[in-house]
């Protein structure tokens, strides 16, 4: 059956894995992110193969942009059937009493309180028409904490938390509420992690081999059509060579 979904964060990694794969099963989709470009690009791509799909330009952290483009996102395709709450960042990896205040700041507007303006503008539709799935993109930092990861761990284990609120909270209106919680997956993560320093980005994702974002956006399909019964409510992946945040071979 055809879904309108919606993905934040569709401009890089996992996001842009779950567009491409969602588009092959011809469903309507819903792109944001903050870089224009990357989002007119990807919905002139996935327009010439047939997919509906449509681009907002905004940025998760500031809750006015948030309300004002998901009022423009249901003019345009109605209701969302399914909300992939992806958009996140880790910015730094300092110890804690080192740890440099505005990057705590960008990781809880974003993985924490930007995840909550996107709930809280999309849900109620939800629960009007009785009917939807929210997942929420998370981490294994939001099941264990590895040094040097406190913040951005601290923002994960908030969406783990958040990802079993939402479903107590909406299971009475039919919600599915999912959690996914990958381990390392080469992306554009350790690029922003790192500020820019593409030799170290490079550099965390050949001590192993990593998951691929279309590993995440194959789970992510999995979960997306399972029978109106079953909700996958928490999922852990990581790399073969991955155990936890803290041991790999
Ligand atoms: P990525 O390649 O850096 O992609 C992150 C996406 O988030 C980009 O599309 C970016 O788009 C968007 N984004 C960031 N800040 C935003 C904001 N303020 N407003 C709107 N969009 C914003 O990283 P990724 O690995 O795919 O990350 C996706 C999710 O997976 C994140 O929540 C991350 O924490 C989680 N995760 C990643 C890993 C990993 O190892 N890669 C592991 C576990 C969990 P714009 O820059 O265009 O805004």
């Known amino acids: 059956m055809m879904k309108t979904i919606l993905i934040t964060g569709a401009t890089a990694g996992i996001g842009e894995a779950c567009a491409s794969k ?94 909550l303006y996107m709930t809280r503008a999309i849900a109620p539709k939800m629960v009007e028409v009785q009917e939807g799935h929210i997942i929420n993109v998370s981490s294994i930092a939001g099941k264990d904490v590895y040094r040097f990861g406190n913040v951005y761990c601290a923002t994960k284990h908030a969406v783990d938390a ?21 381990g390392m997956v080469e992306t554009e993560f350790s690029l922003v992690r790192f500020k820019g320093d593409a030799a170290r980005a490079d550099k965390v994702y050949q001590q192993f081999a990593p998951l691929l974002a279309e590993d995440i956006a194959d789970a992510i399909v999995y979960v997306t059509n399972t029978p109106k019964h079953v909700c996958i409510n928490d999922l852990v992946i990581t790399p073969t060579a991955q155990a936890n945040p803290f041991y790999t071979v």
């Open 22 to 115: 969602f588009g092959v099963e011809g469903h309507r989709l819903v792109l944001t992110g903050r870089r224009q470009d990357r989002l007119n690009t990807m919905v002139e791509n996935l327009s010439s193969k047939g997919v509906d799909a449509y681009a907002f330009c905004f940025d998760i952290t500031k809750k006015e942009e948030v309300d004002v483009a998901v009022k423009e996102i249901f003019h345009t395709v109605g209701t969302v059937d399914v909300l992939i709450n992806n958009a996140g960042l880790a910015v730094g990896l300092e110890l804690l009493h080192e740890g440099v205040v505005d990057d705590w700041e960008r990781m809880i507007d974003t993985n924490i309180k930007g995840l």
């Open 162 to 182: 958040l990802s079993k609120a939402m479903r107590v909270d909406m299971i009475q209106d039919n919600i599915k509420v999912t959690n996914i919680a990958p």
